[in-house]
């Protein structure tokens, strides 16, 4: 079990919630925000005791059922939920999986997507494939190392690329959080977190915040270097028999400006790839 992980996850959870929220009275001054440990226990229907430990990470085989009452009444979602029995239970997790490669398949299916720009992402967010399209709404070539997390918080290009992007870097650490609780002995992402903490004051207090989210959908404005803003939705797609590995790709409605725009770079990346076959 990892107790620090472990630890910061309840900790700032319970920080969120206050008494009023759950029923609970508010009387006198409180020297910590949100619920006492003991007013979890208490709810959670287990001695505070007990829960003193499991947030200490010095509770061993803690059953689903006061992992589910915990997260009730912290009122964890359910990627937030399966964090939870992830840093509570890490044993049974690999430290390090192999190097994640891409099958010709997927490969042939990002060159097929020729209007839509689109990438494969893997784990620690390293980008691990991208098509023409993707390249020239993202720049990915021009990245010093392919990791859209390094990527955001380490370039100054990012900030010019993402017009929201507080919004990027709290959906980027939330998932990297989510990342660590499935791996948690990955030394690799040990070192890149220690790496972007470092280098990154932004990414630090993102980090110790504990928010927990996956990328599964929403929207992405870009400020483009040649093509303007573009205004985009994204889809971020499980592959089958790779389940570290997702397809995400970009779109736009048609005959919106931001679908003329795309077809511009997707005709620049034709025009390109002629003049490379001459």
Known sequence: MDRDALGDFLR??????????????????RRVPGLRREEVAQLAGVSPDYYIRLEQGRSRNVSDAVLDAVARVLRLGTTEREHLFNLARPASKAAAPPRQRIRPGVRLLLDGMERIPAFVLGRRMDVLAWNALGDAV???????????????????????LYIEW????????????????????????TAMVGELCAGSPAFARRWAAQQVKEKTHGRKLLRHPQAGELRLTYETLALPGDPDQMLVTYAAPVGSPTHERLLILAGTQDELGRGKAA
Request: proline residues 9%; neutral net charge.
């Open 138 to 160: 993202n720049g990915f070539s021009s990245w010093p190392v392919p990791n859209a997390a390094r990527h955001a918080f380490l370039t100054a290009a990012a900030r010019d």
């Open 12 to 29: 700032s959870r319970r920080a969120v919630i206050s008494p009023g929220e759950v029923g609970l009275p508010t009387l006198g001054r």
């Open 166 to 189: 507080d919004a990027v870097a709290a959906e980027t650490v939330a998932h990297l959080h989510l990342d660590a609780g499935r791996y948690p002995g990955d030394p690799l992402l």
